[in-house]
């Protein structure tokens, strides 16, 4: 990963960006001094050149502004605290602005009027403005929203209902989100959809010590039996008998058991997060056994790897205590 530059770099890629820029600002400037020096005031290529000058003039300076606003937002991009904040949108909110300005100048220029008059003329026109910017204006109070309550950054793995987009947040811009599925492929989402619809965000789940993990293994009632001696026996070396009276120990109640512990002590296990093996109701594919934990692991691989390891040791020594997964291809 590149090193982010220090204070002295960033000075110097300032420089080397806008030199050249500041040098000419300054030429037109001297122009625009030197002409009636050279022209009579009356003179019609005196005011041609005078406008022509301030145009350009004025479009230096939002060339000066926009290089400057870009080196700023690489600048703070760059810094590990606002890498992964939406700084995309506000810098090109700022950019329309400029240039907004700036074209009202140009135009004030061409036309010989006060700006401050064509801008107050534009309030006729606000409507019309409003229609042909609506989606900047809702992408831009979407990305205020979005940053103020931190709902969504680059890099959070985002899932929203109802289109294609499940996979890596990689750009936030003014008017759109760039999600870059798990297959590669990108969707791109308006801004202001992540604020008027809902979405899910797995930051948490990346940012806790594990990532969640449910297997449902559905047993077959019919198998559910109180243990004989030598099934107690037998059953011993796999799993440590509870204390007491043994008579109403069940097979299902020790296959219970020993998951219990294997998901203990299995390493890709985070045991210090909720860890239980459970039954859920009954329903007519037999009695759902559901083993729930969390992967230490959190990588989308390693995590499926983790949950196929258990659920086919699972279902690999069930029949040692006499149980049966429900078979979908048997009659009942």
């Not at 992540?194 to 990346?206: A, C, E, I």
Request: aromatic share 12%; hydrophobic share 45%.
């Amino acid at each position: 990963m590149e090193k982010e530059k220090s204070g002295k770099s960033w000075v110097n890629y300032y420089f080397k960006r806008l030199w050249w820029k500041v040098l000419v600002t300054a030429v037109l400037f001297g122009i625009i001094v030197a002409l009636p020096f050279i022209w009579p005031k009356e003179h019609k290529v005196l005011s041609l050149l005078m406008r022509l000058d301030a145009i350009a003039i004025t479009v230096m300076f939002m060339v000066l502004l926009n290089v400057i606003l870009k080196i700023t937002f690489e600048m703070l991009n760059s810094r590990p605290k606002y890498r992964r904040t939406p700084l995309k949108g506000f810098f090109q909110i700022v950019q329309i602005v400029v240039f907004f300005i700036g074209g009202i100048i140009i135009i004030a220029i061409l036309l010989d009027k006060s700006p401050a008059k064509l801008l107050t003329g534009l309030g006729a026109f606000a409507a019309v403005l409003s229609f042909i910017f609506k989606d900047t204006i809702l992408g831009f109070v979407s990305g205020v929203q979005l940053s103020s309550n931190d709902m969504v950054r680059t890099g959070d793995w985002i899932v929203i209902p109802n289109t294609l987009a499940n996979g890596v947040v990689t750009d936030i811009s003014l008017i759109t989100v760039k999600v870059q599925n798990f297959d590669n492929t990108i969707v791109t989402v308006p801004t202001y959809s992540l604020v008027t619809s809902s979405f899910q965000n797995w930051r948490g789940m990346d940012e806790s010590g594990g990532r969640r993990m449910t297997i449902n293994l559905n047993i077959d009632m019919d198998y559910v039996h109180f243990c004989a001696p030598d099934e107690l026996l037998q059953a011993s070396s796999l799993v440590q008998l509870p204390q007491g009276d043994r008579s109403h120990i069940t097979n299902l109640e020790l296959y219970r058991m020993y998951l219990t512990s294997y998901i203990h002590h299995h390493p890709g296990i985070n045991n210090r997060i909720l860890t239980m093996v459970r039954y859920l109701d009954p329903t007519s594919t037999g009695l759902p056994v559901q083993i729930y934990c969390f992967s230490a692991n959190k990588g989308w691989v390693i995590y499926e790897g983790v949950k196929s390891q258990i659920t086919e040791h699972a279902i690999a020594v069930a029949p040692q205590f006499g149980l049966k997964i429900f078979n979908w291809g048997e009659s009942s």
